[in-house]
């Protein structure tokens, strides 16, 4: 059996490192003896190493400290493990293949981690049978909805009439957001405050306003906005705080005070790198690339860093850790830097307000709006996932077609929903929730899945507001048991 045609979960994985249940007592790829003394205590969720505070002897040598574990050896750089602190106190590195034999991983500061391949000390039987369990999961994952089994009794029209009323609740949820947020940036602009300070006063003064269309006039309160909505956007659902808590650093007030020339771009990636947390020197690498980027990187901050005097992020906030490398905040933000540049300098909100309300053709205005935000790779950051490791393959796009329609649903529709509103043009908001309407999406989203197969919805996927519908359903009402508060659940046990 191949490494690609054995199925198993880490989850598996954890369970044997809990277990201990090995065929034989394990072994580095030197030979030494590695006697496991304390596996740890388990930590659920993705903020570090699987197991803290494990104990085990290497040779004559005892180490208290953190395991991680991976299906593969190349994990530890895919993942990011290799640049996270959080990853600093790992004492021994646990994978299922490790093809190339290597003995070793490196923490972020250099310190050599001994790797160990289970593949050799467990039982091949039991990973055969890991893969059925795996399957047997996945099943028992999508007959959890408790309507699945009775769902084909239900008329077609119930399911899908509840489901779009949810789609569109969840499009009005997302506009009532953006409109309070723009109050709360035209609030802090009056006041001339900085964020950071006045976040968390925003008490009865605030709430007592009465905003009138006048107050809303200001070009940089609506290009602010927009920033911080693509950044959420762009940070894909590990990174997504991180990434407005960013826009809101190096928010666009301090980002126009850049001298535009033919390296703005470059510039932009300097000031979001270095607010971010994420350029940070590698002394250890031999990337020429990295090198002469990185010197880059330092000399246009330097050139701009008077501008600044907002507050810097931390390099451990950001996630990598599970996460496809298309999806890695660095390349997150090398795409963001080249919207910033349409949105300072070639009013882009001004371009796709003119396309929503000249362009007739929905299916051509779709097309229109979905390209802006499909942004092809350059630069650096065309063969690079992290600083100081270069890609196995060209990166063809910072952004690409599925993340441009997240954009599209998530900020451009509910965007300008709200600035047509309020600039009074209720023709062009309703056109925006037409576009809602008949919208659809590429992306794969596993919740969606689930829920469109427990409800034999599976023609609806790709639609937009039934999707978003599906979302609704299964966050408000299925996972919290809500089932006799649900249109569906009330027609099916009652």
């Not at 969840?170 to 964020?195: G, I, P, T, W």
């Not at 649903?409 to 965007?415: C, S």
Request: with cysteine; aromatic share 12%; proline share 2%.
């Amino acid at each position: 059996m191949t490494d690609k045609e054995l199925k198993i979960s880490e989850n598996i994985l954890y369970d044997i490192w809990k277990k201990q249940n090995f065929l034989s007592p394990l072994k580095t790829f030197d030979d030494d003896n590695i006697s496991v003394l304390d596996a740890g205590i388990h930590c659920a969720d993705d903020s570090g190493p699987d197991f803290k505070n494990a104990r085990i002897r290497i040779g004559n040598l005892t180490y208290v400290g953190d395991i991680e574990i991976d299906t593969d050896y190349s994990d530890w750089k895919s993942h990011g493990h290799n640049i996270n602190n959080k990853y600093s106190k790992v004492i021994l590195h646990v994978s299922l293949f490790n093809k190339g034999g290597s003995g070793f991983v490196y923490t972020r500061d250099g310190r050599k981690v001994p790797s160990v391949c289970l593949l050799e000390f467990i039982d091949k039987k039991f990973t055969d049978v890991a893969s059925v369990e795996v399957n047997h999961d996945r099943e028992e994952l999508t007959s959890n909805l408790k309507c699945h089994s009775v769902i084909e009794s239900l008329s077609p029209d119930i399911k899908e009439n509840f489901v779009k009323k949810l789609g569109i609740d969840r499009f009005d949820k997302k506009c009532k957001k953006v409109f309070a947020r723009v109050k709360e940036l035209q609030f802090l602009k009056e006041l001339n405050v900085s964020e950071p300070v006045i976040r968390y006063e925003l008490s009865n003064e605030f709430h007592d306003k009465k905003f009138i269309h006048s107050d809303f006039n200001s070009k940089e309160i609506w290009q602010q906005l927009f920033y911080e909505m693509i950044f959420e956007a762009l940070g894909y659902s590990k990174n997504k705080n991180q990434m407005v808590s960013l826009a809101q650093a190096a928010n666009l007030r301090f980002l126009s005070k850049i001298e535009k020339d033919g390296i703005l771009t470059e510039k932009y990636e300097s000031a979001l790198l270095t607010i971010s947390g994420i350029a940070v020197d590698k002394n250890n690498t031999t990337d020429k690339q990295f090198r002469e980027y990185y010197e880059r990187i330092i000399l246009h901050w330097q050139s701009i860093c008077s501008f600044y005097d907002g507050k810097f992020l931390d390099e451990t906030i950001w996630h990598f850790f599970r996460l496809r490398p298309q999806n890695f905040p660095t390349i997150r933000i090398a795409g963001g830097a080249r919207i910033i540049k349409e949105l300072l300098h070639n009013n882009l909100i001004g371009l796709m307000a003119k396309k929503i309300i000249e362009i007739h053709n929905l299916t051509v205005l779709i097309n229109s709006l979905r390209s802006v935000f499909v942004i092809k790779a350059e630069g650096f950051w065309k063969d690079h996932y992290v600083f100081d490791q270069k890609a196995g393959a060209e990166i063809k796009y910072f952004v690409g077609a599925s993340r441009s329609d997240e954009i599209i649903v998530n900020v451009v529709l509910p965007f300008f929903s709200v600035y047509f509103e309020v600039f009074g043009n209720p023709a062009a908001s309703k056109k925006i929730l037409k576009l809602y309407s008949i919208y659809e999406q590429r992306a794969e989203n596993h919740i969606i899945n689930e829920v469109a197969e427990s409800l034999k919805f599976s023609d609806h996927v790709n639609k937009t507001v039934y999707s978003q519908g599906m979302i609704e359903l299964f966050r408000n009402f299925c996972s919290k048991n809500k089932c006799l508060e649900c249109e569906i659940g009330k027609v099916l046990f009652n």
